[in-house]
């Protein structure tokens, strides 16, 4: 009975600690490439929504998510200018973890970089 208790407990510790290797390691970086500067944004993963707010030429935030379901970068810019920019980009698929780079120009949000583990 004492064998049984404790390889039940090893088993739920390994569970665990896949679960939480796995969990909140995927990052989206979005970088300003414009010759604008960024007065407000939103980017949109999965119904996770992040606010970007100032972001100056050349400059980056990073954000970090958990994959939840299927979907797709949806990313709201307005510049300096007064120009916007909406664009949904790449797929994201539960399960697997990324890390990603989105390059904003003046006319267009661009997947730069993409690594998938």
């Known amino acids: ?8 407990l090893v088993f739920l510790l390994a569970l665990y600690g896949c679960i939480n290797s796995s969990a909140n390691k995927s990052v989206v970086s979005v970088i300003n490439k414009s010759p604008y500067g960024i007065m407000v944004g939103s980017l949109d993963i999965g119904g996770q929504k ?8 050349n400059g ?7 994959p939840r379901s299927d979907c797709q970068y949806l990313i709201k810019i307005k510049f300096s200018s007064g ?16 890390d990603d ?16 583990f």
Do not use: P, Q, W
């Open 50 to 57: 992040f606010e970007i707010s100032t972001l100056d030429l």
């Open 1 to 8: 009975m004492k064998t049984r208790a404790l390889l039940l």
């Open 60 to 66: 980056i935030i990073h954000f970090n998510y958990t």
């Open 83 to 98: 120009k916007t920019l909406e664009k949904s980009i790449g797929y994201i698929t539960s399960g697997l973890n990324y």
């Open 101 to 116: 780079t989105l390059m904003i120009t003046d006319s267009d949000i661009i997947l730069e970089k993409r690594k998938v």
